[in-house]
Nanobody
Framework: QVKLVETGGGSVQAGGSTKLSCKVS????????AGWFRRAPGEEREALAS???????YYAGSVQGRFTISKDNAKNTLYLEMNSLEPEDTAMYYC?????????????????????WGQGVQVTVGI
């Protein structure tokens, strides 16, 4: 059973930074495709970033240059570092994992590509 548990988030001032963590169990992050998503109230879920087994990363245009996805194989944990936050970044943030490709993914993956999801953490960016 693959399980993902996010931590981090909370309230941040505009222009500030925060880092989300996603602890993975039941699969090795060194051999999966993983991603971060968000959903703002009244909006569709948005793919933000993906990472593959080679640490290749892919980003949505809305976060390119501001957000960084990474992983620590030893800790079996995914991260999303978010900088230059804007009120428009306020949303629930989710990590996701796909194990069926053995880590071979080479573009920004969409929600339908992922089978396993975390419970989500709220990030609120104030003015």
């Amino acid at each position: 059973q693959v399980k993902l548990v996010e931590t981090g988030g909370g309230s941040v001032q505009a222009g500030g930074s925060t880092k989300l963590s996603c602890k993975v169990s039941g699969a090795a992050v060194s051999n999966i495709c993983a991603g971060w998503f968000r959903r703002a109230p009244g909006e569709e879920r948005e793919a933000l970033a993906s990472i593959n087994k080679y640490d290749d990363t892919y980003y949505a245009g809305s976060v390119q240059g501001r957000f960084t996805i990474s992983k620590d194989n030893a800790k079996n944990t995914l991260y999303l570092e978010m900088n230059s936050l804007e009120p428009e970044d306020t949303a629930m943030y989710y990590c996701a994992a796909a194990v069926s490709w053995s880590g071979h993914c080479y573009e920004l993956q969409q929600a339908a590509d992922f089978r396993y999801w975390g419970q989500g953490v709220q990030v609120t960016v104030g003015i």
